[in-house]
């Protein structure tokens, strides 16, 4: 897969495995990469969340493959600057699962990773002229077999330790939703639809999960035009066999100033079997 067209080719993503425990990524942020409000787009986010988590969850894993299972991502603060940056720290390892969760900064300017670890470390955050806290979110990896996933003999994370990777650069040609192809097939309903191809496919031969978040945020996106996606909880419940992957949005709470919608996201052709189960809470800009 290595230099492969894919959707998360113009994310300029940099990561450096600090220790077994702890990984950071950069990610770039540009206008391709924007919600509708002018921040970073959510399903970018949730991308770049569940890549950075899998390092040290696949160290932890002491040999098994990882794939993500559960993950939420909350915001604190739409970044605008950027390059973004994902400060990932595993919390649990479990004899089935692994958990790691994860901190969005805005550097607002910043390229260099094991600087800006340095600062988090001195509690820089926050403070004038540092990194801005953006959202927190927690991944839970379900441990499988090695030999599910594909080219599994590339990842070796135990060994990557100290060293900055950089993942292979492509131009995109469209913004961060209208890349997926996606097709709308009813608005109000949250109904779109997602092809299973290379270009959104991971390790395992399913959609990766970053791009099902980006279908789910495009459908609640289509449900209450006008409102922005900012918090997402996500259930990954089985792979794409089939596809498309299809979205059905049901409202949860419409209040002044956001909404909550539940998304269910199905391998239309595979009988509709069940993926995954999502929450999304939209904001006004």
Request: proline fraction near 4%; charge should be negative.
């Amino acid at each position: 897969m290595s230099g492969a067209r894919t959707f998360t080719a113009d994310f300029g993503l940099n990561t450096l495995l600090l220790d077994e425990r702890r990984s950071v990524i950069r990610a770039n942020l540009t206008d391709k990469l924007r919600s509708p409000a002018g921040g970073a787009a959510l399903g970018f986010l949730v991308t770049a969340v569940d890549i950075v988590t899998s390092d040290p969850a696949l160290v932890a894993g002491g040999g098994d493959w990882t794939a993500t299972q559960d993950l939420s991502l909350h915001a604190v603060t739409a970044p605008k600057d950027g390059p973004l940056f994902v400060d990932a720290n595993l919390v649990r390892v479990g004899k089935k699962t692994v958990v790691v969760s994860a901190d969005v900064y805005d550097g607002h300017g910043r390229e260099d990773l094991a600087g800006f670890a340095r600062e988090i470390d001195g509690g820089a955050a926050g403070k004038p002229c540092g990194p801005t806290l953006a959202a927190r979110g927690l991944v839970t990896f379900a441990r499988l077999p090695r030999h599910a996933a594909s080219h599994a003999d590339l990842y070796t994370p135990g060994q990557w330790v100290g060293k900055v990777r950089g993942h292979p650069e492509r131009e995109i040609d469209g913004d961060i939703y209208e890349r997926l192809d996606l097709r709308v097939v009813d608005a109000a309903a949250g109904v779109l639809e997602l092809d299973r191809s290379l270009f959104v496919l991971n390790q395992i031969g399913t959609i990766q999960g970053g791009a099902q978040a980006l279908l789910a945020e495009a459908a609640a996106h289509a449900m209450r035009p006008g409102l922005v996606a900012t918090d997402m909880l996500v259930r990954y419940l089985s792979q794409v066999r089939s596809g498309p992957a299809r979205s059905y949005g049901t409202v949860v709470r419409d209040a002044t100033d956001h909404s909550v919608i539940d998304i269910r996201l199905v391998d239309a052709g595979d009988d509709e079997r069940v993926l995954a189960l999502m929450t999304v809470t939209l904001q006004r800009p």
